[in-house]
């Protein structure tokens, strides 16, 4: 706690789970979060050994941060706060979240019971950021990627769009009023919307 405990801290690495992002990446993913504070936690993270500082090659020559082995291993921390939450009576799934937030919230609350026999690759661009969900043999794995060789894709202009349908139980027609998108194979993509679930609240 004393490492990660301090404001923004856990966001980060949160924000940095599936892969290297700019300075102005994670200000913009974290909205409230001053420059001045942003630059001593990544600092503070760095020293410590849950993330690192890399120099992109020219002709981009930005530079990025990225989570460690050790930063990664962070993932299930983060999951199990995630369904914490959850149990809240209070908890709103469409309050704002980023789109690294809501890709990691399907991989917490992912119900494998629910996808056996299903064999899909669903694309999402979420506010610009794009994501592929490959779903085999009751497994699901999500990671940055191209969306073009999807079996269907999520376009939503913000991640809470996209957790009202996974979540929510917003009907599909109703978001799609609010920017929602679906392009492919619409069948399947409804289908992996149904394969989440949130814990039973306990407060």
């Known amino acids: 706690m004393e490492l990660i405990g301090e404001r923004w801290s856990l966001l980060i690495i949160r924000e940095l789970m599936f ?3 700019r300075f102005s990446d994670l200000r913009a993913s974290l909205p409230g979060v001053s420059a001045k504070v942003l630059t001593e936690r990544l600092a503070g993270l760095s020293d410590a050994g849950v993330l690192k500082r890399r ?18 291993a ?11 939450a959850a149990m809240s009576a209070q908890h709103d799934p469409t309050l704002p979240l980023s789109p690294v937030s809501l890709m ?6 992912f119900d494998g019971a629910k996808a056996q026999g299903m064999d899909s690759k669903i694309g999402f661009d979420i506010a610009g ?3 592929v969900a490959a779903l085999r043999k009751g497994a699901l794995q999500i990671s940055r990627g191209e969306v073009r060789e999807a079996d269907a894709v999520f376009r939503a202009p913000a991640a809470p769009v996209m957790a009202a349908l996974l979540y929510a139980g917003v009907p599909v027609s109703q978001l799609e009023r609010q920017g929602l998108i679906i392009e492919g ?3 399947r993509a ?6 989440f679930e949130l814990p039973d609240k306990l407060a």
């Open 104 to 109: 990691l919230s399907m991989r917490t609350m």
């Open 190 to 195: 409804l289908a992996y919307a149904d394969i």
């Open 55 to 72: 120099k992109l090659p020219p002709p981009v020559s930005a530079q990025v941060y990225e989570l460690t082995e050790w930063g990664y």
């Open 74 to 84: 962070a993932e299930p921390l983060i999951q199990e706060l995630g369904r914490w």
């Open 19 to 21: 892969g290297s992002r």
């Open 185 to 187: 194979n619409r069948e």
């Open 129 to 131: 950021e794009q994501f």
